[in-house]
T-cell receptor
């Protein structure tokens, strides 16, 4: 099993550009989520999904969209990148009511 | 919503000493409390977790205690080793509403040899 995978590992964007961060898992987990990690602020939940076709907002959803068309994939879309979205983004997955496994992260810089 | 506070923000201990990190949570309905370790440039990895029907859980040198009345839980690491140096995060969630985790801000643990 590859576990939770994320692409790209690094990305630099200009303000106003859009892009999609990819996340996939091969463990048949129902639950998937996106977090952002900023210095001194821990991990903050952006969006999450409890199954294919179901998504909901976390603590900091503004400026991000998600979709869950399959169990395996949970892409995160930045609609119009802003410098405030410079961060490390982690995707996580897990069985409902159990441990979450994190992907390796994507380091995003918005200029 | 849930709010998790974590202390201290940094902790330095001598190799072989014990380390204790404390977290408080605000939502009395929270019932799942994991601890994650994150090494520099790596992903967070679960090291131990506890559910609200248990007061204490141990795994070799690591233990977690939970006080539901005080809404407080702690991570205890005994006989610390240099490889324990990392950032540690506590989190809380109500598993009846899915796996939404609210994280503390993290503790940088440095073990000096």
């Amino acid at each position: 099993n590859a576990g939770v995978t994320q692409t790209p590992k690094f990305q630099v964007l200009k303000t106003g550009q859009s892009m999609t961060l990819q996340c996939a898992q091969d463990m048949n987990h129902e639950y998937m989520s996106w977090y952002r990690q900023d210095p001194g602020m821990g991990l903050r939940l952006i969006h999450y999904s409890v199954g294919a076709g179901i998504t909901d907002q976390g603590e900091v959803p503004n400026g991000y969209n998600v979709s869950r068309s399959t169990t395996e994939d949970f892409p995160l879309r930045l609609l119009s990148a802003a410098p405030s979205q410079t961060s490390v983004y982690f995707c996580a997955s897990g069985r409902l009511y159990n441990e979450q496994f994190f992907g390796p992260g994507t380091r995003l810089t918005v200029l | 919503g849930e709010n998790v506070e974590q202390h201290p923000s940094t902790l330095s201990v001598q190799e072989g000493d014990s380390a204790v990190i404390k977290c408080t949570y605000s939502d009395s309905a929270s019932n799942y409390f994991p601890w994650y370790k994150q090494e520099l440039g790596k992903r967070p990895q679960l090291i131990i977790d506890i559910r609200s029907n248990v007061g204490e859980k141990k795994d070799q040198r690591i233990a977690v205690t939970l006080n539901k009345t005080a809404k407080h839980f702690s991570l205890h690491i005994t006989e610390t080793q240099p490889e324990d140096s990392a950032v540690y995060f506590c989190a809380a969630s109500n598993v009846e509403y899915g796996n939404k985790l609210v994280f503390g801000a993290g503790t940088i643990l440095r073990v000096k040899s």
